[in-house]
Every structure is written in C-alpha cells, then in structure tokens.
C-alpha cells in the first residue's frame, strides 16, 4: 500500500514538472504588458487635407508624429464640413496603415484568379503596361482600351478623360453614384447638371428618401444645415423625411411621414394638389418662368393637360392618402407647411429615381420646387458654379485618336434621358462577345465589379473575354484578384489630389489633399501613372498631357483659381461672411500678388472657395429654348408617346403598388449604412467591427424586418436566415426592428462576413430598371427568408 | 497496516482504537478517490494555466457581466466554510453536549474550505501579478479591502480554533506511536493532559469560541457588503449582511450533514454520528430553511413593492425571465426540500438529512448565482442591452477542481488527524452525565442550593 | 479650480457616431474579433446607445451619446481596493492602468456601465500600431479602461498655455468627440466658469442628468430633445 502512495505522489509530481515546462514563463507577466510601439517624443506636425473616401469630400487635418499618421480631425476652415467628419473619414488612417495593403505591383505568374504573384518594381510594372498600351495603339486598335473608373471626380477623371482621348478610345466608362438628378435638371431646365441643394440657407428641408444623415453626396453637408454652429433651438432649420423605412435620417428629422414603397411621387402630386387647390403656390414666379402649368397645345397642335389639370384632376387628397398611407390631414398640413416657409426645399435623390418610373417621380418631387418658386433661391435649389479652374491643354489627336474616338462605345446604348448603369452594360456587351466589341486592355480604377456589381457573373465572363486586365487597387479586391497585373495607387492621405465639394453643395470649394506621410515605397500615385504612361506613349498622346506629375498638374489647375478674380483661400468663418459681403458689393481684393504664396497658402489652408452666389443671374434658371422651366419637356412627351401606352407624366398610376411574387412574399430594400465607403468597407476594422448602431450589430451582415414579419415568420431576433429571391440569395443576421414597415426586409448593402463572404442585397435585384434613365430599380425585388 | 502498528493501536481504548484506525488503515477506494479528485484538480490548474496566459477571455465574462463562477464560488465556499467553526462555536458556548462528536469534522470543512473559497477572487483577477498592490495600495474605503482583512482574520483564527481543541488528541496519537512520531511530538507541543493543561486548555477554548462568532459574523456581512455598498439594482440592500450570514450558516449545516453521512459510512463511525445528532442537526436545518424563507421573501417583497423600474427588470428576469429557472430551482432546493424533509421526524435521519444538506448546498450556489448573476446582466441604464453570461469551459474546470480540491485535503487531512474529538467524547462519557445533571437542576426552581454552586 | 464636465444636445444629436470614432482614433481604443464582439467585450469608451420606440410609421427613435459621467460623487472609486481609479481635483475620474489589478469592481459600481475590460491584450497589427496616439497609454490586457475626458489633452494645452504664459482657454480643451461632433452636439468645459458654453447650458430648462437620484452627481448633462 505504501508502494501505492509513492507511485501515486510520483504522478503529481511528474504532471506538475509537465505543465511547468509547458511555458511557466508565460504564466507571469514579463515585459509584454505594454506593446512596445517605439514612442519617443516626436516632431509634430499637422497638416491641412481632404477626405477622399466618399463623394462628400470633407476637409481634414492630420496629426502627424514622427511621420505616422496618428490622428485625422476635420479642417474647420472648410465650408461644407466646418471641422465635422464622419466615422469613415476618422477611421481613415486605419486605412492607411491597414495591414493587408499591397506592398509592391504585382504582375499574375499562375492562373488568373489563381492568386499567384510575383512582386516587381513600380518602375518595371508601369513599362509592362505602357508596351502593351504602345502595342494596342500600334495595331491601329485604341479603342480596345478600357477603364472602368469609380467616383474621381475632378483632375483624376478629367485626366483620364484626356488620356482616352488622346489615346483614342472612347471607352472611359464611369462606374460612379449616379442618382438621375442631372436627367431631371436637362429636361426641365436644360440645364445638363446636377442641382445643388441649398440646405445651409433653407428653413424647411422637405427630403423625399434621401438618406441626408447616411448616406447622400454628402451627409456633412446636412449635418451642418441640420444643426449650423452658433445656432440653437428655434432658429434651426425643420427637416421632414418622406421615407419608406424609419432611417436614422427619418430618425431625427423634426418630423417623419413613413409612406408606402413606390408612392413618393404621389405624395408629391398630393402636395401639388393642395398647393394649387389652396392657392399657395407662386403664383407670379410660374406665370414668368414655369411652362406646361396651364394646358397647352403640343407639337402636332393637339391641346394636351397641363400641370394643373393632371393635378386637380387625379390627385384628391383622399387618394393619395389611400395610396400613400399618409392621412389627410398630414398631407395638407405637409403642404401647408412647405408653402408658408418662404425657404423650403425638396430634396430628392437615388430613392426616388431609381425605380420604374424614377426619372417622373423624380420630376414630380422637383415639380414641388418650381410650384413654389424655389430654384434659384436662398434655400432652394441652385445651379452652383464649378471651380474655375485652368482646363487641360487642348487634346491633341493624331490619326490613330481620331479613328479610335469614332468608334461606338462598347455597349447597349445609353437609354434616352441618362447613363444609366454604363458599367454593367460595358460588361454585358463584352461577356456577349460579339467580335466587334473585343477589349484588348482594361484598367480598373477605383472599381471592384466582381463584388461590387449587381450582376458579378456578368462580369466574371467579360473578364474572361478580356487577354489583359490592370488594376491600380490598393488591395487586393475581388476584382484585382482576376487582374493580371496590379500597380496599387497610393492612398489617399498619401497623394496629391483636388477634392471638388460634391453637386449638392451650392458653391465651389476646390479642397486639395496633399500627401500627408511619406508614400508607401510599393504604391504609385495612379495619376503619376497615366501622366507617365503618356509620356512613354509619345507623340500626340504626350503633347496631350505635358504634365512631369500629378502635382504640376493641379499647380497648373489652380493658376485659374489664381487669376479668377473671385473667391477666396479657405478662411475662418468671419473671413467668409466678410468676404461674401464684398463679393455681393461686386468688391474682390486679391489677397496674393503672386501664384506661388497663393498656392502655398492654399495648401496649407486645404483649399479655395467661392461662398458668393449670384441668384440675379437668370441663367441660373433655366437654359431651354423660350428661357422657361419646361413642366412639361417636349422630347419627354415625345419619347412617352413613343412608347404607346399612353403615359403622360404625373399620373401614376396607384394600383400597381405589388405587395408580393409567387414564393417571394417580402419587399426587398437595399440601403447604405453610414459607415459603409462603397465596397471597400472591411478596410477599416474599427468599421468593420460596428458597421452601425442602429441595430447595435458587431461585425455581422444582418437584414432588418419588423417584429411582426419576424413573429409570423417564426424567425427570432438574431437568428441568421438566408434572404432568397429568384436570382440568388445570401445569408445575414435577421434583426426586428420597429423601424422597418412589415412585409420589408431592410437590407444593408456593402457587408461582408467576417470571412470575407460578401452579403449583398443588389446582386438579388430583379434587374428591373427605369427606361428613361437606365438606372436600376432598387425595390422592386420581392424575397423570402429562411432558415439558415 | 504494520504489525506493530496494529499491536499498538490494540493495546488503546475502544474510542480511541475505534477514531484512530482510519488514520493508518487505508482502503482501495480512498486511493481511488484520492486519483479521481487529483486528476480534478491538474485539470482545472491546467485550466487556470490558460486563462492567465491568454487572459481573462477565456471565461465567459462579458461587459456588463462582469463577474460569474468565480465569485459565485467564493461568496458559496466562504459561507460552507461557515460550517464549522461558527456551528461549533455556538454549541460550545451554548454548552451542547451532542456536540462533542462532530465538531472536529465541522471545523475541519472550515479551515481546508476558507483557502479554497479566498483564492477564488485572485482566480478572478485580470492582473493575478499584481494581487500585492492590494497591500502596497491598499484603499480602505474599498469593500473588498475590508474582505481582505477579515478573511485573513477568519482563516487565522479559524486555524487556531481547530488546532488548540485537537492538541490532547495529538499527544494522544503521539502517546500511541501509531503514526509519525516526530510529527505529533512536534505538534502536540508537549502536552501531558495535566488537569492544568487541561484547565488552560478548555479556557483558551471557551474563549476562542467566543471571539470566533464575531469574526465569523463580520466575513459573510462584508461578503454581502461588496455588493450592497453597489447601487446595482437588488444588491444595494441593507439586508444583505444578516442575509448571507444567514444564509453561510445554512449551507454550512447543510456541508456539516454531508460530511458527516459520508464519514459515518467509510469510516464506520455509526457509534459517534448518531440518530440523534442528525436529528438535532436536522432540526437547526428546519430552523434555517424557515429563515431563509422568511428573509428571501422580506427581500423579494420589498422590491416588488418598491416597483422601481431598474430593480423591477432585475427582480422579473429571476421571477419569470432568463433566470427563471435557477430561481425556481433555489426555491425547490434551498426552501421546499429541506422544509419537508426535516420538519418530519421519520425524515431527519442519517439518509433524510443527507438528500435535504445536498439539496441546501446546491439551492445555496444557486441562490449565490441569482444574486451575482441577474443583477450584472442588467444594467440600471434600460437603454443599454441587457447582457448574457454563459461559463465557458475554463471556469467550470476550476471550480471543479477547487471542489475537488477540498474533498482531496480533506480526505488526507482525515489521515492525519483525527476526524471526531477523542479526548472530548471521552471526557463526555467522564463526566457530561454528571455535568448535565447537576446544570439541569441548576435551572429547575428549588434545586439549586441542594446541589450547590461548587 | 475648473470643474470639468459636458453638456450633450440631444437635440442636435444624429446618432453619426463620429463621436465614438474619434474616441477610438484618439485614445488607442482596439477592435475585437467576430467571437469576441459577440459575446459583449467590444471597447467604446463613448458609446451612442438608441432606443428605438412605437409601432411602424408611428415610430420615435432617441440617440443617447454615453461617455463616462465623471461623477462629482462616483461610487466606481470608493470600491477599488487599490485605488486605481480616483477623481482628481478637476473632477475628472480616471484610471491607473499600471496598477489595476482588474478586479472589476469599480466597473460593477458604475451605475453608468461605462467601463470596459480588456478580456485579452489588445490586438494591433503590425503596421496599425503607426496609428497609436502616442500621448495616450496601451492598455494591457486584463484592467479596466473607460473614458478619461481626454485627460491627456489637458495636460498637453495646460502645458501649452504655461509656455505662452497665458490662461488656459476654452478651446485649448476640447475631448476628441467634441471636436469632432459635426452637430456641435457635444459642448465641453468648465461648468463652474461662467464664460464657458456649459456653465450656462446646464441652466437650461431642457438640462438633465442620467440615474441622477443615485446621487452621484454626474458632470455630463443632456439637453432633452425637443418636441
Ligand atoms: N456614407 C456613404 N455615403 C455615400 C457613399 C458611401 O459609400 N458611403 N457613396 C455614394 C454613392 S456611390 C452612392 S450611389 C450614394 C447612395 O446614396 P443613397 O441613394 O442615399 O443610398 P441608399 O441608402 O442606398 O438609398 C436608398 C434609400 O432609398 C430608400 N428606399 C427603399 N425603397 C424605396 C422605394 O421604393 N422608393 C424610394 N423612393 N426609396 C426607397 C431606402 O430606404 C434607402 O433609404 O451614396 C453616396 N454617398
Ligand atoms: N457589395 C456592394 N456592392 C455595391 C455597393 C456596395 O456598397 N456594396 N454599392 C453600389 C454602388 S452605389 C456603387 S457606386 C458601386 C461602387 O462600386 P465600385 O465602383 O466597384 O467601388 P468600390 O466597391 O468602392 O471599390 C473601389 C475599389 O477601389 C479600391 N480602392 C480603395 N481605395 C483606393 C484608392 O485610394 N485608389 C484606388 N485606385 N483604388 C482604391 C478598393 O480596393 C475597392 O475595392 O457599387 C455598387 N455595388
Ligand atoms: S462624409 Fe465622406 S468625405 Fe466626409 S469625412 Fe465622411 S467619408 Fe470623408
Ligand atoms: S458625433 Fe455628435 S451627432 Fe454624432 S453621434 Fe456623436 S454626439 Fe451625436
Ligand atoms: S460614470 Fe461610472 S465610471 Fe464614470 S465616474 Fe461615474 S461611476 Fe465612475
Ligand atoms: S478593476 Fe482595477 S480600477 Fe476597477 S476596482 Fe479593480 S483594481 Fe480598481
Ligand atoms: S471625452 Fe475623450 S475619452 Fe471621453 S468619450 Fe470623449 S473622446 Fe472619449
Ligand atoms: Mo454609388
């Protein structure tokens, strides 16, 4: 027994020896605890920038240490951001210093796809690609050069612009926010631009579905017209959002009408009732300038209804209240409201247009505007100026370029009154692989269609049709995954670039981001890239972009600011409001006598401006053949007639709202979270890890349907589904929540799972899309849930 | 067992020979036993080894669950460890005689079940390494800080309570020369059972067992004071001191009854561990499952009265929320078992009083998780989310083997030292009949000068 | 002696929560992995809580930004036992991270939940460590952590103010998530100096303070929404 015990204390010891020299070490703490980061107390710097993640373009200030950069606040000279930002650009130098960046080109050594690289020098990639560009040009076969560009706005896009034309392709195909406003704007006012919303000076902002706070051309913008520093309780403007779904914009406008899917044009024809019924319009300012009010003979001498009538005839405040959920009383008192306010606008965006019938729906919420005389008025909508910046040198073409621009763009073409989704035509035309249309070389710029696209299969087949793909991603995206050869762009807080404010925004601002940490050693500025490859081209396509790099290019650009004779350096506020009053005067002194301290003091400020704008100028108004707001364009009348089905516009028609498809019994609606920057969200974790708060969800796609759908459907909150409609499905992380209306399924776009696995509700879409513009219908699609 | 050993211990009186055998004979299952708990015990070490290399992340604590097992283990084990030596204590005081046989054992739980149960909130430390700064900053205004001073002060004096009362039974084991002579010389410290040692002795008793009730009394008070000084919805209670106190000595009971039915049957000591003191015991049960409905019910009452939102979202997830089922289960455990059980005569026996001390013990770790649980997981903010809190595989492991622990000292220690009082059985048999007498008459009107006051 | 606090509109708040990324920019705050999220460890020193009520369309939404109140009476301090958590003559209740032997107690005291806890070591690859504020401490695993007013701002603009010889001023202190806030929904100051924004916005009719009646006199006020 005794022999027993001794084995036995034997055991212990031997399984205590064990586990000690397992690593006892790591049991107590050495030196770990605090991660050695090298701090040292450093050269601080900061430095004026822009934020290039989205559209809104918002003045930044980086905090540089030692070179890193630690730390992005916003630049509170800006005009349109005011030292705002949102978390995508705060969480920007996660970007920056995001683990997975590329470190150098890469040039494709397996298959394609296969994932196999090997790294080169910048150098040496660039002079890959300019041969095969001297080839393609060589072959007398410029066309076959493609790019698919992503929203670059400013010297970026006008750069590759020139380059094509020069090189002689007419295949720069845009894959950028497209929101139809510009097609309403051409046909009413014949004016080919985007309006501008002047929220800053509105006292009613009357948004139908835009997602002011999310999403937009630029949520700053909004935020500061929301709530303007220095200004509190009454004297703020009220925000009212006509939306579908309790958005975190419905969330905090002042006042919030929840309306059926599809009936926002009819809302908005219900408000034009009671205008004109109760007299409120503008009565003076549409007898003036506003044509089609009053019935009106058309082109073959047939006297057709006008505004008026179409109006007073179909849109009986209690119809529209059946068809758009809203009670009378909400309606009549909405309109009243936008009526008394003498500086009220509607806003309206991709959620009106992109439907069916988007580009009438969007001119029925427009219509409100002019109703009440709003264009061209502070607080209403105005054609802003661009900044006048010093144009490219002339192109110049040499043979080859002319022959080459000739040739038809690849692709269906574009529908009567837009661009429509230019980009998945592109590709539906090359996957079709009609010889003609072949592509020899494609370059992705800011473009990631393989994930981003609603029809990736579309694009997996046109890539395979396509010998040679570039792409200059900084990541290594879907897209880039298929390329042959990577030459990864620089980061944004690491390259020069012009920050053009979005449309929306009413006055010019040329914001500049300027490098604010050295360059990545593998990354190449895409810009320098292009003015590279034309030098190495030669010839006319040289001559055409006689730039030594991008930044003597934007140099070059801002001597037009320079010698403009308006505007002004970014200031403080006061400057502002002092430099506007001269402006009005007709006053402008030059606070530079020479370019150089000009432009150094611009930079340093991050940017220029222009907070003047004349609404004297009636060219602001419209630019249509008798100088009149066309309510009813004639090219649309005619395209209508075409069609045969004897649409006219402003009548909607009210009982086609679908409630569900065989086996499909839930609508479908994509919308964008805050935090999302187009696809490329899973680039910032502190992103990733809370793509929203609204629900409170970490890390995982989800989709939203209200607790009632969820009970009958026998789903409970959190459970992870997979969202089916006809065309695919994927799976997410279903939440009930009161804000969605039941029999939706509010669907977040841009998401991946943790794994990288994409969730994205616009690859379910029933491909539906409006004929007028081309833009894709975004909730019409009907789906099912189940259980995952 | 040696020869000589076994000759030795034949040459002892019955009591003794029959309380002495265990600690030199040895049986299979002991050995088994002994395997079983030590493999426990590596495993949870092994467990622990995890959770302080890779970090507290290995359990299942969240924000705003901040504390689990841990301290659900420690608020239970501190309150078993009141088994012993308040128990013992008061029935010394209170001069019970049916005390004599078990508060060796009692007190024996006490002391082996403090170490275990004051480990637990270092187990639960994010920063084990730095447990000293307790002392070297040390903030007295922190609960926990008091907690520190009277646990100490607990196992301490907890210590020299089972040690002093054990002395005439080690020199016995030494006068015997059954078992490590050298040891039992050295700790019997030389003591002859002279009738002034004895007399120094028994006063040194009568007045450990007095300060040792205070002592007691304050480290379950503090216990229920680290979560009363909170303003967390259903801690923030005055009663939450007499609460726990009386809840310690309830589980304690309920230990001391577990201990001894399972004593009683390895060790054959039917002849100490009677019907009667399982009677007796099963009564004081009785007692306290009656008070701990009582002061359950005030608690529960009060805030349903109160109705104040936060403390109404706490109260309901334990009524008829999440934590329904571990509520309910205490009530069956902690009230209706024991109640029924024990208020019965025919069911206060050795096998009654073993299922209602089993059912007190798991209806009081269950009643320590109600407590620390419910209350963590629902903030008083209602706009944040309430949390969730499920024990990961880590902690489960470590409290086993802190269980297992105990059960393993405790076996051994039954190997080194006697597990009934020898020498108090045997001056029972001496001299209680005559004691008792002469109190009883003591009491009785009339009696007492005919006996007189010696 | 200032006495530091925060007044937040809640009318003007859009729930963007650029409040909380600025937070996690400026005080080296990590993100957690998917598991790890999932079981509640994720860090938001300022956290932008919602309550989302009514049937649909009547529905109403309110966006509740949460910092640490840093209570005038914080009930969080009295119970460390290693007084790793204090409030300082400023009012402003912060943490010893070196000495916080994570115990949690502090964090469970808080009426306000706004203490997080390094359940592991903080995570930074390699290159992200580029971004790490260096005037801010990385937290190791196993202490508490919570919303410090961004101490370490005051010390550097209080620094500044001595080398100009001259006052500190109001906006020489400014938290990250004030600066930040593009509604101006977060005014930071001195409550007890009149000439600061929240001296008199604490006045305002609409001003209110969470789980007040506790008593532990928090310095982070609201202004109610409007109707
Ligand atoms: N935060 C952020 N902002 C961005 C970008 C970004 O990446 N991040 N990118 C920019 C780009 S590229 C784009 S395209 C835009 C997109 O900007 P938005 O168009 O604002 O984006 P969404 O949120 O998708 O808009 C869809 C909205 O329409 C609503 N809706 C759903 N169904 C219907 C319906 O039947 N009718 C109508 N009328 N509305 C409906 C949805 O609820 C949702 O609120 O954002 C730009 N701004
Ligand atoms: N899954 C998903 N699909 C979508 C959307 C979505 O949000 N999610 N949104 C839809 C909408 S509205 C649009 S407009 C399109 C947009 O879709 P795309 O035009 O494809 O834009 P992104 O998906 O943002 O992809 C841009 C790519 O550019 C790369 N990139 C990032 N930074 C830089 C840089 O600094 N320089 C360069 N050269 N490249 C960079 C990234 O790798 C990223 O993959 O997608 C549509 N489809
Ligand atoms: S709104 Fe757009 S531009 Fe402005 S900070 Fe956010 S991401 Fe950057
Ligand atoms: S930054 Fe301002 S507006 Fe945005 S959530 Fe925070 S407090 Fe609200
Ligand atoms: S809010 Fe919580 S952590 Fe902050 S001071 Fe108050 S009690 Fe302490
Ligand atoms: S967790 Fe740290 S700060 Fe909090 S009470 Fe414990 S030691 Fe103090
Ligand atoms: S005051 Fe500083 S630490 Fe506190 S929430 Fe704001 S940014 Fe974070
Ligand atoms: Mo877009």
Partial sequence: ???????????????????????????????????????????????NSACLICPSRCGIQGRVVDGSLVRIVGNTLHPLSRG????????????????????????????????????????????????????????????????????????????????????????????????????????????PARPSFDLDGSDLVVSFGASLFESWWSPLQAFVAYAPPGVGGDERPRFIQVDTRFSRTAARAQEWVGVRPGSYAVLAMGLAYVLIRDQLYDDSFVREHVSGFEDFPDEQGRLREGYRSLVMRNYRTEEVSEATGVPVERITSLARSFAESGRSVAVFGPDVTQAPGGLLAGMAVHSLNILMGHVNRPGGILFGDSPPLTPLVPPVLDETARAGSQRPRIGRAPPAFGRGTQALRFAEAIAGAAPSTEVEALLLYYANPLASSSHPEVWRHALEQIPFIVSFSPFLDETALHADLIIPDLLPFERWQDAPAPDSYPYPVWAVAQPMVEPHEGGTHTGDVVLDLAARLGGTVGESLPYDDFLTLLRTRAQGLFSAGHGMVLGSEFEQRHHRQMEERGWWLPEHSEFEPFWEDLVQRGGWTDLYYDETDPARLAWTPNGQIELMPSSLLRALDGEGRGQVPYVFDRTQD??????????????????????????????????????????????????????????????????????????????????????????????????????????????????????????????????? | MRPEVRERLSRLSPD????????????????????????????????????????????????????????????????????????????????????????????????????????????????????????????????????????????????????????????????????????????????????????????????????VIPIAVSVHTIIGWIFAMTLRPMWHSTIFGPYFVMGAIYSGIGAILVAMVVLRRVYRLERYFRDVHFDYLGRMLLLMSLLWFYFTFAEYLTVFYGAEPAEMRTFWSKITGTYALPFWTMAFTCFLIPFFLMARKSTRTPRGTLIAGVSVIIGMWLERYNIVVPTSVNPILEIEHAGHYLPSWIELSIMAACFSGFALLYMIATKFIPIVSIWEIEEGKEDSVREVAERVASYLPGTADAVGEA | MPRWGMVVDLDRCTGCAACELACKSENNIPTVSPEQAEMGRSLSWMKVLTKLEGEFPETSMSFFPRPCMHCDNPPCINVCPVRATYIDPEG????????????????????????????????WADSERKHLNPDVYVRPKGVIEKCTFCHHRLQKAREEARAQDRELRERDYQPACAEICPTQAIVFGDLDNSTHRVASLKEDPRAMRIVEDLGTQPKVYYLRQRE
Wanted: aromatic share 10%; with cysteine; net charge positive.
């Fill in chain 1, 1 to 47: 027994m005794n022999q027993t015990r001794r084995d036995f204390l034997l055991t212990i010891g031997a399984a205590g020896a064990g586990l000690s020299a397992l690593g006892a070490q790591d049991v107590f703490w050495t030196t770990e605890e605090i991660p050695d980061v090298g701090w040292a107390p450093g050269i601080e710097e900061r430095l």
């Fill in chain 1, 84 to 191: 705002g930002l949102c978390p995508r650009g705060l969480a920007g130098v996660q970007m920056l210093y995001h683990p997975e960046r590329l470190a150098s080109p890469l040039v494709r050594v397996g298959s394609r796809g296969e994932g196999e690289w090997r790294s080169l020098p910048p150098e040496q990639a660039i002079s890959l690609l300019a041969e095969r560009l001297q080839t393609i040009r060589g072959n007398g076969r410029p066309e076959s050069l493609a790019v698919v560009a992503g929203y670059c706005a400013g010297t970026v896009e006008d750069l590759w612009r020139q380059f094509f034309q020069a090189f002689g392709s007419p295949n720069y195909v845009s894959d950028a926010y497209e929101d139809g406003t510009d097609s309403i704007m051409s046909l009413m006012h014949g004016i």
């Fill in chain 1, 658 to 788: 679908v409630v569900s498809v065989n086996g499909f019994p839930l609508r479908l609606m994509p919308y964008r979270v805050s935090t999302l920057a187009s696809g490329t969200l899973t680039l910032q974790r502190w992103l990733a890890e809370q793509p929203s708060i609204l629900p409170d969800i970490l890390w995982t796609p989800w989709v939203e349907v209200s607790p009632a759908t969820a009970a009958e459907l026998g789903f409970h909150d959190g459970e992870t589904v997979w969202v089916v409609a006809a065309r695919g499905r994927y799976r997410a992380r279903l939440k009930a929540s009161l804000g969605t209306a039941p029999g939706n399924v509010g669907a977040p776009y841009g998401l991946r799972h943790p794994d990288g696995e994409l969730a994205n509700p616009l690859q379910l879409l029933d491909g539906s899309s409006d004929p007028f513009t081309g833009l894709p219908s975004w909730s019409t699609t009907f789906v099912r849930l189940e259980r995952a």
């Fill in chain 2, 16 to 211: 003794q020979q029959a309380l002495l055998r265990p600690m030199v004979h040895t049986s299979r299952g002991f050995y088994i036993g002994v395997a079983v708990l030590v493999a426990l015990m590596i495993w949870g070490i092994f467990a622990y080894y995890l959770q302080v290399r890779y970090g507290l992340g290995r359990t299942g604590l969240n924000r705003p669950s901040y504390w689990g097992i841990y301290i659900i283990t420690f608020v239970f084990l501190i309150g078993i460890s009141h088994a012993g030596t308040l128990i013992s204590a008061i029935l010394r005081v209170s001069k019970a005689e049916w005390r004599r046989a078990i508060t060796r054992s009692a007190e024996l739980i006490t002391v082996l079940v403090i170490g275990f149960g004051a480990i637990q909130p270092i187990i639960d430390l994010g920063r084990p390494d730095r447990v000293l700064n307790v002392f070297l900053h040390a903030q007295p205004r922190s609960p926990l800080l008091w907690d520190v001073v009277s646990i100490g002060l607990y196992f301490w004096s907890c210590t020299i309570y089972l040690y002093v009362p054990m002395i005439p039974d080690l020199a016995i084991i030494r006068d015997a020369g059954i078992k490590a002579p050298r040891l039992y010389r050295y700790l019997a410290l030389g003591y002859r059972d002279t009738p002034r040692q004895r007399a120094v002795l028994e006063r040194i008793i009568g007045v450990l067992a007095i300060a």
């Fill in chain 3, 92 to 123: 402003i209740v912060g943490q010893i991270y070196p000495r916080c032997i994570g115990c949690r107690y502090c964090a469970n005291a808080c009426p306000y939940t706004v203490k997080y806890f390094n359940w592991y070591g903080p995570e």
